[in-house]
């Protein structure tokens, strides 16, 4: 049966759960870091290349996302309540439909990505690399999914040990892998920014396949069989209802993230290699508030399916507390160090001078990031996905794109306004969760 995350100490089972999934999040970050990392050995062309190419896989990872939350949320409900014939019928609908719409997804990019970067405006050596990049990346679409629904559905069970021993492999064997196919070492030809892509692909099918036979091979909490299956319209539905939202959001986000860049990309391929670079140290930088974030959603799931909402708030509250402890010291260290961090992908001096600016900036909000990610992932964890998607439309659209523009191009601040109108958005997203959480709402929330 597994541990009970709904009984005993709210705090050992925050850290229970919690480290594992640091571990995962930070070996699923790993890869386009290390791929980051040699790309810079070929110049701030590739990272550039990289970098906006890997902005728009995210626009489709946004789309499956929705999916996997609202898998998350049904699942971690259905494990609260004790009903675990439920949570396999959830998984089995979200399988099939992660595969087909991974296979529609798959097909639009792969004919439109270079279409695509043209809208960036980037460089033609800029946009070649990038859409080598893409075109590899949406391909392997289906082995990423499956990998990423398997650790979705195992983590919202309670299980979040297996996610962990997945990444541990299949992040090994990508960074083992990755400068062979990019450099053509040994055997291997040189494929660069393919070969980055390609590694990508192999090793996420090897992670989508442990976890699959995870699932099946009952090596979990959670195990998945497709015996009697059938099509559950009204539980596809449900999924959909609870996901779309999230998925809304992700889109949302990434779809300003890109009109971002392309406020960047008039002022050169140094600053669009340093925002790029930006992007992915803020990953590490706030990996440990997205894994208190995660496990809190999955414990306030199951803690409002075991009827325990008081359980859920004080779970949350905790965590927000935790996390915005690691955040105070991440800007302590990055306000010293910023420019040796920076050197450790590229040491072209107008990309560090940009990206150690970037990142002095960014510390604004580090400072309330833990409300940010703890309260958005702990509502999407009880299937309250309309307030998430709402409030990062209004502070995206309304306050970080126009922002951005004012500041950037009709002010003296030049690049460095798009990331003070990130900073600025992601302040007013805090404090409207925060409020938002308090009035307790999301306590009458069904899925």
């Not at 409900?77 to 949570?87: L, P, Q, T």
């Not at 779809?255 to 140094?270: D, E, Q, R, S, Y």
């Not at 400072?367 to 996905?385: A, E, I, Q, S, Y």
């Not at 601040?413 to 992601?426: D, E, L």
């Amino acid at each position: 049966m597994g541990r009970d995350w709904t009984k005993g100490s709210i705090l050992g089972n925050l850290l229970g759960l919690s480290w594992p999934i640091m571990i995962s999040q930070s070996m699923n970050m790993f890869g386009p870091t290390i791929d980051m990392f040699w790309m810079g050995r070929l110049g701030s062309s590739a990272m550039a290349g990289v970098g906006v190419a890997s902005m728009i896989v995210m626009v489709v990872n946004a789309i499956k996302q929705g999916i996997f939350t609202g898998t998350r949320a049904m699942i971690a409900r259905s494990i609260g309540a004790g009903d675990e014939e439920s949570a396999n019928l959830v998984a089995q609908q979200a399988l099939v439909v992660t595969v087909v719409i991974s296979i529609v997804l798959a097909g639009i990019g792969i004919f439109l990505s270079e279409d695509i970067l043209r809208l960036f405006g980037v460089a033609p050596d800029v946009l070649s690399i990038g859409a080598a990049y893409i075109r590899i990346q949406f391909l392997g679409s289906i082995t990423m999914s499956l990998r990423m629904l398997s650790e979705s559905a195992m983590q919202a069970s309670g299980d979040s040990i297996s996610p962990m021993r997945i990444a541990l492999i299949f992040r090994f064997v990508h960074v083992v892998l990755d400068p062979f196919l990019i450099f053509g070492w040994w055997i291997f030809p040189r494929m660069e920014a393919s070969g980055a892509a390609l590694t990508n692909i192999i090793s996420q099918g090897l992670g989508g396949t442990i976890g699959l036979w995870f699932l099946f091979g009952g090596q979990t909490r959670l195990r998945l069989t497709l015996r009697n299956f059938r099509f559950d319209w009204n539980m596809i539905y449900r999924m959909v209802r609870v996901g779309l939202p999230a998925s809304v959001n992700g889109m949302e986000r990434t779809f300003a993230n890109l009109i971002l860049m392309k406020f960047v990309v008039p002022f050169g391929t140094a600053a669009v290699a340093a925002h790029s670079l930006q992007d992915r140290a803020d990953q590490f930088v706030r990996l440990p508030v997205q894994g208190f974030g995660q496990a809190t959603g999955v414990l306030a799931g199951q803690n409002l399916g075991a009827k325990q909402p008081d359980r859920a708030a004080k779970t949350a509250w905790l965590s927000i507390g935790i996390a915005s402890g690691f955040m105070v010291i991440a800007s302590v260290l990055i306000w010293f160090w910023a420019e040796y961090l920076v050197l450790i992908f590229n040491n072209e001096p107008e990309l560090v001078k940009i990206a150690a600016t970037f990142m002095r900036i960014e510390i604004v909000s580090y400072l309330l990031f833990g409300f940010n990610m703890v309260l958005m992932n702990t509502l999407n964890g009880l299937g309250d996905t309309m307030v998430p998607m709402i409030t990062t439309l209004a502070t995206m659209w309304l306050v970080q794109v126009p922002l951005a523009y004012l500041l950037s191009q009709q002010s003296g601040i030049g690049v460095y306004g798009v990331r003070w109108a990130i900073v600025t958005a992601m302040v007013m997203r805090a404090l409207i969760f925060t409020a938002y959480f308090r009035t307790g709402q999301w306590k009458h929330r069904r899925v």
